[in-house]
């Protein structure tokens, strides 16, 4: 949601900053606000719509909330994410609520060694977090790791979601900026809109539906919850 902006010098910066945020080293303290405890409202309903099928990948799980709560559906669910601290979390709350769902370490631009083996596909802040040519290579290493016919949910905060969180926790924690680091002539291609996404997702995927939804978050200060104007997506792997 408010992810410290991506480095020009690769994963294994981005891996070190995202690991301080889970090992509450950074302003945000204990988690950071997209770590809210539970899972997305919006996938708990894409659930009950008889929307998510088959072998489950959540692309950039964090802490696991979604992934668990799928497992805990029954489904088949593995979590993907750049953080070891991150993983590390998920597998403990796995094992402590006896739930069986795999989390990995993975860099979500490459998904090596895991060709044609999802049918959906869940993303909770992790699109927007790309500008528009990361954005592009993602979708082509989801459409890899997805069989024919896969779908994709891809909730992405707005620039007017990720604003109004910015506000908040600049409000609650001195050590964060009023303004986004990115939201800047300096970072062009970084933007939270439907058409960066609709875009993104243009080779080997068709757009099945893109509309207004919310995304939770937390003030981490305070414990209070954020519903953030946001895009879900569902792109379908041709």
Do not use: N
Request: glycine share 10%; charged share 25%; aromatic share 6%.
């Amino acid at each position: 949601m408010t992810e410290p902006a991506g480095p020009a010098d690769g994963t294994d910066v981005m891996t070190e900053v995202f690991d301080a945020v889970y090992r509450g080293e950074s302003p945000f303290g204990k988690r950071p606000p997209w770590d809210i405890g539970a899972p997305q409202p919006a996938f708990v309903a894409l659930e009950e719509a008889g929307l998510i099928a088959g072998a489950v990948l959540d692309a950039g799980c964090g802490t696991g909330e979604d992934a668990l709560h799928l497992a805990g559906k029954g489904y088949r669910v593995t979590g993907f994410d750049l953080s070891p601290t991150a993983i590390a979390i998920a597998r403990d709350k796995a094992g402590e609520r006896g739930l069986d769902a795999a989390f990995e370490v993975a860099d979500a631009l490459e998904l090596i060694g895991h060709d044609g083996r999802f049918d959906t596909v869940i993303d909770s802040g992790l699109a927007h977090t790309f500008e528009a040519e990361r954005l592009r290579a993602y979708a082509a290493a989801l459409h890899r790791v997805c069989r024919t016919g896969a779908v994709a949910h891809i909730l992405s905060i707005s620039d007017r979601g990720a604003a109004r969180m910015q506000a908040r926790l600049a409000e609650a924690i001195e050590e964060i900026p009023a303004r986004l680091p990115d939201d800047d002539a300096a970072a062009p291609d970084m933007e939270r809109s439907a058409e960066h996404l609709r875009t993104g997702f243009t080779d080997g995927w068709t757009v099945e539906s893109l509309t207004e939804t919310r995304m939770r978050g937390i003030v981490p200060a305070t414990s209070e919850v954020l519903d953030l104007h946001a895009w879900l997506g569902r792109f379908r792997r041709d």
